[in-house]
């Protein structure tokens, strides 16, 4: 027996439920592959606990109520049609090319699904009604439905003329590109080469994209002062360092929550970032418009984004820190910038020695997807996918 399940539009956001807030699931050890012949639809299941019984030890999990939120489709893609569709907002980082092809040489293959944004809406599609396969995190139920023949072709159909982007991992997109190209000069065949692929529809996606902060390190004659001034000559300045606890031998005080109601824009258009030293802390914030003269090399939509001000006024400009494209097209960032996923690890970087952190504001998805649109791209790692989506089908074995 069948059931249908509509995904419910926009239920995806940090102020609806769980939202993202999801534990990986343990796959490595189920019996699961998606092949060119199935799909699978992944949902994220609210889980409700039971009260602790009398001895004060928490029950069994309850079956969780209400609608799934869906995170998207897992499937294989023709590698030939997607290189000729899918766009990049950002340039590819150099180190996570090299780790991610030695990652496919090592593996014979692809083992982890390439994250795609399709301009789409999620049909209405047939599902049995026991769930492939199901692993519980610590607030969600994670779960795999296996698609029967029509509705994977119904979905893949839907893929056919909308626009696809790679949703922040470009070091796999083009290690996949290289390892299958490679092949065929080394005499490895591929018959119909096919890419593992997660589709999340834009609709549904909320802001599924998080920023990466960007940690400066062991910066030969780096002065504090000269960073600090370059930030009030260039940006709408304020010192929160009362809000923020100094940091020299005080990493534990750093409170992640503090920081993300800076970092909330103000005012439409706002694009802001936190500076900070080992003594101080300081919130930079731009208005809309405000760096049409100071970058007019750049185009308009890329001069309102965080990591392009960061790094053509501040790093590079006043501080000397370039990032380079090399004549392979991969971006290589300087040996004194380090990338950093986790907005604490970032600044407990600067407790440790560092010489500044900059926490980035908030990557918006429709931002960054308008960027794709127009073939143009953000420097290197300014965005990726929330942790709580990567890794999700990574060590599937044979069906």
């Given at each position: 027996m069948a059931k249908k399940i509509t995904p419910p539009r926009a239920a995806i956001s940090g102020s609806k439920g769980p939202g993202l807030q999801l534990s990986a699931p343990?796959?490595?050890?189920?019996?699961?592959?998606?092949?060119?012949d199935n799909a699978y639809l992944y949902e994220q299941v609210p889980r409700v606990d039971p009260p602790a019984d009398a001895y004060g030890d928490p029950g069994e999990p309850d079956r969780p109520p209400g609608q799934p939120?869906?995170?998207?489709?897992?499937?294989?893609?023709?590698?030939?049609?997607?290189?000729?569709?899918?766009?990049?907002?950002?340039?590819?980082?150099?180190?996570?090319?090299?780790?991610?092809?030695?990652?496919?040489?090592?593996a014979g293959g692809q083992i982890e699904p390439l994250p795609l944004l399709a301009d789409i809406s999620f049909p209405t599609l047939q599902i049995s009604t026991a769930p492939s396969l199901e692993a519980a995190g610590e607030s969600v139920l994670n779960r795999l439905w296996r698609l029967p023949p029509g509705g994977r072709d119904e979905f893949r159909s839907l893929l056919t003329n909308c626009q696809l982007t790679v949703a922040g991992s470009e070091g796999l997109w083009e290690a996949l590109l290289h390892y299958h190209a490679s092949g065929s000069r080394t005499g490895r065949t591929f018959s119909e080469p096919r890419v593992l692929v997660l589709v999340i529809s834009r609709q549904q996606s909320a802001e599924i994209l998080r920023p990466v902060h960007r940690v400066v390190r062991n910066l030969p004659g780096f002065q504090a002062g000269e960073m600090v001034r370059a930030a009030r000559e260039n940006f709408f300045f304020e010192d929160v360092t009362r809000a923020m606890p100094r940091l020299d031998g005080c990493g534990p005080h750093f409170n992640p929550e503090t920081a993300r109601e800076l970092l909330r824009p103000v005012h439409p258009g706002e694009v802001t970032m936190l500076a900070i030293t080992a003594h101080s802390s300081f919130r930079l914030h731009s208005e809309a418009g405000w760096a049409d003269t100071l970058?007019?090399?750049?185009?308009?939509?890329?001069?309102?984004?965080?990591?392009?001000?960061?790094?053509?006024?501040?790093?590079?400009?006043?501080?000397?820190?370039?990032?380079?494209t090399r004549h392979d097209g991969l971006q290589e960032a300087s040996d004194h910038v380090v990338y950093e996923s986790d907005m604490t690890a970032a600044v407990r970087a600067v407790a440790d020695g560092?010489?500044?952190?900059?926490?980035?504001?908030?990557?918006?998805?429709?931002?960054?997807?308008d960027i794709a649109s127009r073939r143009e791209m953000l420097p290197a790692r300014s965005a990726e996918l929330d942790l709580s989506l990567q890794g999700l089908v990574k060590y599937v074995v044979a069906d």
């Open positions: 343990e796959f490595a050890h189920l019996p699961y592959a998606v092949t060119s939120i869906l995170l998207g489709v897992i499937t294989t893609l023709d590698l030939g049609t997607l290189e000729r569709r899918v766009a990049r907002f950002q340039q590819t980082d150099a180190a996570e090319f090299a780790w991610r092809s030695a990652e496919l040489d090592a970058l007019a090399h750049v185009s308009p939509k890329l001069r309102e984004c965080a990591s392009v001000q960061l790094h053509e006024i501040i790093l590079d400009r006043r501080l000397g820190v370039p990032y380079r560092a010489n500044a952190a900059f926490v980035m504001g908030v990557a918006n998805s429709d931002v960054v997807l």
